[in-house]
């Protein structure tokens, strides 16, 4: 199976390493998002493709995009970022400077954070550098943000995968997540279905590599903990793995039929508070 990106480029089952993140997202194949979608109901992922954005209601920095920049292609920060000096917005000549500087730095194209935003992010990242494992897995040889695709053989649809890091020398996947609370990172990972992207980033790396990974959690918290900002490196749980392995195969296979059908009509049927079901 092809399909090329809206470049004209082919893509076939392979790795690449130069698909920018924008290209990877709009190009063929099903995704752990889209997945996350299809969990939901297959309208819901209709609706998320061709639901428009409100532009000015998006956040202008995401500190999570920001920082696995800087810790996965520190070489890139500065050309996609910038940090912002401190003005004295109590003084027009402040505001003046402000404007300003937004409006050249709206020439570049680049992201703009704030004097704090970048003083945060720079703690949290020589955070991550403190800890042994973390630096470790950071600073071995291997590839950032490169793209994977491969047909699946049970339903024959195109799939993929961008893993944050991959080592060139062990089977190891490092995936960056920023976490508001160190301490709710296991909800988390239920919530968003961690489980479920493990199970497909280590299927994607197999059918490429031939071997099947350790799956590492870096998390790094942006909230402070007696002043310091907490980062784990983590692994799941074999129970956890296998969930996530059952659920990324029935989510895949949904997403199979309805493509096959054409049919992405699924009315949701809400399951009652227990709390209201108690009180009846």
């Not at 004097?115 to 897995?137: I, N």
């Not at 195969?249 to 209201?276: F, K, V």
Request: proline content about 5%.
């Amino acid at each position: 199976m092809t399909a090329a990106v809206e470049t004209g480029r082919v893509i076939t089952p392979g790795i690449y390493h130069d698909l920018t993140n924008d290209q990877y997202h709009s190009g063929p194949g099903v995704s752990k998002s889209q997945l996350d979608d299809i969990a939901i109901s297959p309208a819901t992922y209709i609706w998320r493709k061709n639901a428009p954005l409100d532009e000015e209601k998006l956040q202008a920095l995401d500190m999570g995009t920001a920082l696995h920049c800087l810790l996965l292609e520190p070489d890139e920060f500065a050309g996609r970022f910038i940090v912002a000096p401190e003005f004295n917005r109590r003084t027009n000549q402040g505001k003046e400077d402000e404007a300003k500087f937004l409006a050249d730095c709206a020439l570049t194209g680049k992201t703009v954070m704030t004097a704090e935003e970048g003083r945060k992010l720079q703690l949290m990242h020589e955070s991550v550098m403190a800890h042994p494992d973390a630096r470790t897995l950071l600073e071995a040889e291997g590839h950032s943000e490169a793209s994977i695709f491969w047909t699946d053989e049970h339903t024959g649809e195109l799939c993929r995968i961008r893993p944050d890091r991959m080592l060139t020398k062990a089977p190891v996947i490092i995936d960056v997540k920023k976490v508001d609370d160190m301490s709710r990172f296991p909800r988390h990972a239920e919530e968003f279905r961690y489980h479920v992207q493990q199970a497909m980033y280590c299927e994607g790396f197999l059918k490429h590599f031939g071997e099947m990974p350790d799956f590492l959690f870096l998390t790094v918290s942006s909230s402070v903990d007696c002043g310091r900002y907490p980062v784990m490196v983590c692994r799941l749980p074999q129970e956890w793995v296998d969930d996530g392995h059952t659920l990324y195969r029935r989510n895949l296979e949904r997403y199979h039929q309805c493509r096959l059908t054409n049919d992405w009509h699924d009315i949701i049927t809400l399951t009652r508070p227990s709390w209201a079901r108690s009180a009846a």
